[in-house]
């Protein structure tokens, strides 16, 4: 059964703090790994990353792939009131049977 | 461009009765996957389909079904609703279906009574 656990599961920070999320993963066949903020209902796509693309930035948003330790971080860096929201961690497994395992994702609220 | 868009938005249906739910890819995309959404869980895998065929199925009872039409929209399809259906269900479209980005719709919310 293919297993991603995201921690925290819940995270309250100021305005301007740095925060990093985590995600391991236990997925046969990997593919790839996605990152995705959800506020309201359409998780936004963030990253993917591969193995040939182990490292990703966007903005005060980065994120790195760690294939030997079966996991990922996500950092955001001098966070903002609109960062508030569900990170959710999610791998493509391939194969015969393509499928996309979430975790419960991180609820990350931003105090001013 | 027009992202990938679902209807209906909410439904609400009777213990028993059945329901389909659309979804419309970005334009291009030629694979969908289907996902249940139960509050305070990160989404579930349901089916993908990619060129009209599946290429992956989750762990679902049979009265869950899905189809993909020539124009890549997709149908899911559920018989026999119980209570526990009740939940936000979500379609993402991806350029193919070999593992790469997936961007996902508003969703339905399904509310079974």
């Known amino acids: 059964e293919d297993k991603v656990v995201q921690s925290p599961l819940s995270l309250v920070v100021h305005e301007g703090d740095t925060v990093t999320l985590n995600c391991s993963y236990e997925?046969?066949?990997?593919?790839?790994l996605l990152w995705y903020k959800q506020e309201k209902k359409a998780p936004t796509f963030l990253f993917m990353l591969?193995?040939?693309?182990i490292e990703k930035k966007s903005g005060r948003l980065s994120s790195i792939l760690d294939k030997k330790e079966l996991s990922s971080i996500l950092n955001i860096t001098a966070t903002q009131t609109g960062d508030s929201a569900i990170y959710l961690c999610?791998?493509?497994?391939?194969?015969?049977?393509?499928?996309?395992?979430f975790g419960k994702g991180t609820l990350l609220t931003v105090n001013p | 461009d027009a992202g990938v868009t679902q209807s209906p938005t909410h439904l609400i249906k009777t213990r028993g009765q059945h329901v389909t739910l659309r979804c419309s890819p970005i334009?291009?995309?030629?694979?969908v996957s289907w996902y249940q959404q139960v509050l305070g869980q990160g989404p579930q895998f349901i089916f993908q389909?990619?060129?009209?065929?599946?290429?992956g199925r989750g762990n679902f009872p049979d009265r869950f079904s899905a189809r993909q039409f020539p124009n890549y929209s997709s149908e899911l399809n559920v018989n026999a609703l119980l209570l526990g259906d009740s939940a936000l269900y979500l379609c993402?479209?991806?350029?193919?279906?070999?593992?790469?980005?997936?961007?996902f719709g508003q969703g339905t919310r399904l509310t079974v009574v």
């Open positions: 591969t193995s040939s693309g």
């Open positions: 997925v046969t066949n990997f593919r790839s």
């Open positions: 993402a479209s991806s350029l193919t279906g070999l593992a790469t980005e997936a961007f």
């Open positions: 389909y990619y060129e009209k065929e599946e290429r």
């Open positions: 334009s291009g995309h030629k694979s």
């Open positions: 999610a791998v493509w497994r391939g194969g015969s049977n393509y499928k996309l395992t």
